[in-house]
Structures are given as C-alpha cells and as structure tokens.
C-alpha cells in the first residue's frame, strides 16, 4: 500500500480497520491512488480534520455523507 500523503498512524488505523466499513474501504482507496485529505474534504464538503475523524473511526458520517459515500464506492467498484 503506498501512503505517500499519509502518516502512519493514519495508514495503520486504517489498515486495521473492518474491511467491509465502507470508510476504510474509502481509506485504503485513497492510500492506494494518492487522493489527498483535502480533496476528499473538498468532495464531501467537510473539514480536513472530519476526514482524519471518519479514518480513526472518532466518529461516522451522517446519513447524508454516508449515502454519497456509498455511491462513490460503488462508482469507483470499490
């Protein structure tokens, strides 16, 4: 997994997350493609520091984000 952009603790909470939460799956995406932090916060529409929260696991995506989420996965065939 290369996790240029990304810090290790980052890769590692995210590496050890349930692979079938679609915010890891999100995560590990990301990781793999070099999608900055901040353009997912841009797409989402949330803070930079929402996006660390939702990859921690310190907190989940409202309804909202959650269902946008899961479309871009399911665009991405992810």
Request: aromatic share 10%.
């Amino acid at each position: 997994m290369d996790a240029r952009g990304y810090s290790l603790k980052l890769v590692e909470a995210i590496r050890g997350g349930d692979p079938s939460d679609p915010i890891i799956r999100l995560g590990k995406y990301c990781i793999n493609h070099q999608v900055p932090v901040s353009d997912l916060a841009a797409y989402f529409e949330v803070t930079r520091a929402t996006i660390y929260n939702w990859f921690f696991g310190r907190m989940r995506p409202r309804r909202k984000r959650l269902e946008l989420l899961e479309d871009t996965l399911k665009r991405l065939n992810i």
